[in-house]
């Protein structure tokens, strides 16, 4: 593992992979003939200590704030401290054909609810589809509570004009209005302000983008629950590591384990969440 920023690129004959070993955070993947699929900002800051915007950032060992027992743990940084790590690529030599897999350990850490050291393995695999896979193991002597979530944002035309469907009739938990339960009773999610939701399920869904003409189908596999995450044109255009009217070109898809979902892990064990993109 080093600490210079590095960047991968994979050009495969079906698509091209980009992927940050600090985050180890894919930046883009783009099928051949199409624009990405993975939005990223036009100026990407890379710092360490800060967030990358964009890509997948990979989040764990806790979502938000970290949550337990119906709390809000107020820990910090956001989102847990593997995104901003820089994590070991395995074999870069071996990852021509646009499969990637890099590791890092986390120390325990007074302050985190895991309590124990934990290593993360994540494996990403570009081909006709983009292929995301996050375990993370407790490697410590004692139960270790963790979340995780692929915090997928997707690029889209215009935010307004995009539907997210498949969570029709699902309960969520409605962040953007301070905490509420709420069920999903239209057929789409649309987006006319601010969206911040974790959806009770993860299921299979698609983004229909009208603008830039294509289905994006998102997949999941050990998730259970799906955040939904557009920060609307005024905290959006608040938000400065993005320039003004981006906010728009996106829109975040997660598979999540987290609140109510933290996993427990006995020593030893480990827990697997994965996310598969395709056009
Ligand atoms: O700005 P970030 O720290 O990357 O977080 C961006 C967003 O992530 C998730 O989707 C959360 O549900 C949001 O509440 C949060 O604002």
Redesign the pocket.
Same mark, same amino acid.
């Given at each position: 593992m080093s600490d210079t920023f590095v960047i991968r690129e994979f050009n495969g004959d079906d698509s091209r992979l980009e992927i940050s070993d600090y985050g180890a955070q894919v930046l883009s993947w783009a099928p051949v003939g199409q624009p990405s699929v993975i939005w990223r900002p036009s100026a990407l800051v890379l710092e360490a200590g800060v967030?990358i915007?964009g890509g997948v950032?990979v989040v764990t060992p806790w979502?938000?704030a970290g949550y337990a027992g119906g709390h809000a743990l107020g820990l910090s940084p956001? %989102?847990g401290s593997a995104r901003l790590s820089f994590w070991h690529c395995e074999d870069p030599s071996d990852s021509s054909d646009g499969r990637v897999r890099y590791r890092l350990d986390l120390p325990a850490d007074a302050a985190d609810p895991s309590g124990q050291p934990l290593r993360a393995v994540y494996e990403v695999g570009a081909g006709g589809s983009l292929r995301m896979t996050l375990t993370v193991a407790n490697v410590g002597e004692a139960s270790a509570s963790v979340e995780m979530a692929l %915090?997928t944002y997707l690029r889209v035309g215009d935010v307004r004009r995009t539907r997210v469907r498949g969570l029709s009739g699902v309960g969520y938990w409605d962040?953007a209005a301070g905490g509420v339960d709420r069920v999903q009773q239209e057929e789409d999610i649309a987006f006319a302000g601010e969206v911040?939701? &974790?959806y009770g399920v993860a299921r299979p869904l698609e983004v229909h983008d009208p603008v830039l003409n294509r289905v994006i189908h998102v997949r999941s596999d050990g998730a259970e629950q799906t &955040?939904v995450?557009n920060?609307g044109e005024r905290i959006g255009d608040a938000?400065t590591d993005m320039a003004p009217g981006e906010w728009s070109s996106f829109v975040?898809v997660?598979a999540a384990l987290c609140r109510g979902h933290a996993v427990e892990l006995a020593p030893g064990e480990s827990c697997t969440l994965g996310q598969t993109l395709s056009l």
């Open positions: 967030p915007r950032p979502f938000g956001k %989102h %915090h962040a911040d939701r &974790v &955040v995450w920060p938000i975040c997660e």
